[in-house]
């Protein structure tokens, strides 16, 4: 192996011209919408509550607009570039790691031999190996692990090449599992693909990994663009429906921006274990959870760690046979999503951290901002509604057989033009990414261009519906986080059976109470806002039955994805495999 670059190759540095174009183009709307909302209530003076309104448009706006203009550049790009690929024989020895906590033992180690099987029918010779990493604490699926560990092997002909190790105490959680193991037998391997215990990839999809990561010495980690599979829940389908159609204009948009200071998702990707053992060792923050201890967001904080020691990390977004398995329900989601905030909150302690490039500060700064949004949103909502005074009986002007309330001091522009920059920021790109579909003729995969219109329309009405819901969740779990309660690590729930009424309204409950109360203090201050704010109290109020409804299956045929057409070889074989250790493992327990 040669020594790391010293620099970045002038390939590497063209996204320079991408951020820019984003950056400008993003700082450029946010602005103009700052600026047309001062504007609107210069004629009577502007207040201090105009300047901060002002300012809360500019921020959400930005972000907004730094969305559309990734997909913008994904769309433009089209195309990935050739990545440089080894075409000999394969030198390097690779170990696939799949660490797991409390996990479904069978399922698991279902996914590991039909990614073996696939790897042997690849036919490429290369040494390509197994370690399962659990930090399971439940006793009886520790159990459970090591008896279908040995059926795994027993199966595979896996001796000297699979491997199984627990450790008594799961010190750093996921992180510190994989630091150990790369610490303690790292230098056994060249390369590690990194998965999920719910990823599953193509053996074909593997090697091509390790040809592109053996190509080039400066690659420290390659990405891949996990594709979602088995949803079937409304939610889990529309989330994997927005996946499938929309996630390759984005992630293209935010190749063509990374350089060699690319992302990294925690799974589904490729390391060089040299790089990762000497970067990416993970400092203990200073004081107590949550913004101390060790660090749930890990995966960014790796990436941003490779990249200032020199190496490239990438995505290449043309990777096909990766896929991985998301939540079915909306508590799931909001569980998961709980950790992720946590780990991103982190990230704050991080951003003066020595040497690290200037894009993977605004990357992390990125992360914390996600999960800043949703507050900035109500706080806009709240300054808002303290802009305008309560006036009796509003005024209102007939339009035919509705009537519309007009505001004071020009607030009805106002509230009419950040309508129309939401909608215009949201649904923009996502309707560009149909005609682009359309055009290429990638509309086809998900049913041809009416079946995937439909679809892109019936997602945005949903995602707009269970939105505000989202933003609940999110906005709890900041406010949980800044007020110093740890969330923990919690075990992925991978069952999708639907929610019952009574789960969904105890869940719910606390939102649907906070959407009644939000609309009766907008009612009483600034009744002229109670119908501007329906599409945000409206859904909080049916909040426990969203959550149930969304838990339900879908119905044939809706959100169609590829997969649906022609189901990948290496999901068909996991069916398979899984099936027949069920079967049989049920046969042993009758007999």
């Excluded at 042997?120 to 439940?138: H, M, N, W, Y």
């Excluded at 999920?196 to 053996?203: F, I, K, Q, V, Y």
């Excluded at 390659?222 to 992630?251: D, E, N, Y």
Aim: positive net charge.
């Amino acid at each position: 192996m040669t020594a790391r670059p010293g620099s970045a190759p002038v390939a590497e540095q063209r996204p320079a011209a991408a951020r820019a174009v984003a950056l400008v183009a993003s700082l450029t709307a946010a602005i103009a919408a700052g600026m047309v909302f001062l504007t609107y209530g210069a004629a009577d003076g502007v207040s201090s509550l105009d300047i901060l309104r002002s300012a809360l448009i500019i921020l959400s706006t930005w972000w907004l607009a730094w969305g559309a203009a990734t997909a913008l550049l994904g769309l433009a790009t089209r195309r990935a570039p050739a990545m440089p690929r080894h075409s000999g024989p394969i030198r390097g020895k690779t170990v696939v790691i799949v660490p797991v906590y409390n996990e479904d033992p069978v399922a698991t180690f279902t996914r590991i031999a039909a990614m073996d099987d696939s790897l042997r029918a690849a036919g490429d010779p290369a040494q390509v190996d197994f370690a399962i990493l659990s930090d399971t604490r439940d006793p009886g699926v520790a159990e459970a692990e090591t008896r279908c560990f040995a059926r795994l092997v027993a199966q595979q002909h896996g001796e000297g090449r699979m491997f199984y190790r627990r450790r008594s105490a799961n010190t750093g959680r996921k992180a510190g599992n994989i630091e150990e193991f790369i610490t303690t037998s790292g230098a056994a391997w060249d390369y590690a693909i990194i998965l999920d215990a719910d990823s599953l990839m193509e053996g074909a999809t593997m090697i091509e990994m390790i040809r592109r990561i053996e190509a080039d010495p400066s690659l420290g980690l390659l990405q891949t663009l996990p594709r979602v599979i088995r949803a079937r829940s409304i939610f889990g389908r529309a989330m994997q429906f927005a996946a499938a159609f929309h996630s390759p204009a984005f992630a293209r948009g935010l190749a063509a921006m990374q350089g060699r200071s690319g992302p990294f998702w925690g799974h589904n990707a490729i390391v060089r274990v040299r790089a990762w053992a000497q970067s990416c060792g993970l400092p203990e923050l200073s004081g107590p959870p949550p913004f101390g201890g060790h660090i749930l967001s890990h995966d960014s904080v790796e990436a941003v760690l490779l990249a200032r020691a020199g190496w490239t990390v990438r995505l290449d977004d043309d990777l096909t046979g990766s896929y991985e398995e998301g939540p079915e329900n909306i508590l799931d989601h909001a569980k998961r999503d709980r950790r992720w905030c946590q780990g991103n909150l982190q990230h704050a302690k991080i951003l003066a951290a020595p040497g690290l490039l200037g894009w993977s500060r605004f990357a992390l700064f990125q992360g914390i901002f996600a999960y800043l949004a949703p507050v900035i949103w109500l706080v806009f909502i709240a300054a808002s509604i303290a802009a305008i005074p309560a006036t009796g009986q509003p005024d209102y002007f007939p339009l035919e057989h509705w009537r519309f309330p007009v505001f004071p001091n020009d607030e009805t522009p106002k509230a009419i033009g950040l309508a129309v920059g939401i909608f215009g920021l949201l649904v923009m790109p996502k309707l560009l990414v149909v005609l682009d579909a359309i055009f290429t003729g990638r509309a086809r995969q998900f049913g041809g261009a009416g079946q995937s219109l439909r679809a892109v329309l019936s997602e945005l009405a949903l995602s707009s519906l269970f939105a505000p819901v989202l933003l609940a969740f999110t906005t709890r779990s900041v406010l949980q986080v800044v007020s110093g309660r740890d969330g923990g690590w919690p075990s992925n729930n991978r069952d999708a059976s639907g929610l019952t009424w009574a789960e969904s309204w105890r869940a719910g409950r606390w939102i649907t109470l906070c959407g009644a109360l939000g609309l009766a203090l907008t009612h009483t201050v600034a009744p002229n806002l109670t119908l501007w704010l329906l599409p945000v109290t409206g859904p909080m109020l049916l909040a426990p039955l969203l959550i149930c409804w969304t838990s339900r299956p879908a119905k044939p045929g809706q959100f169609p994805v590829p997969a649906d057409r022609h189901r990948p070889e290496i999901v068909a074989r996991h069916d398979a495999i899984l099936d027949h250790w069920t079967r049989t493992t049920r046969e042993r327990q009758v007999a």
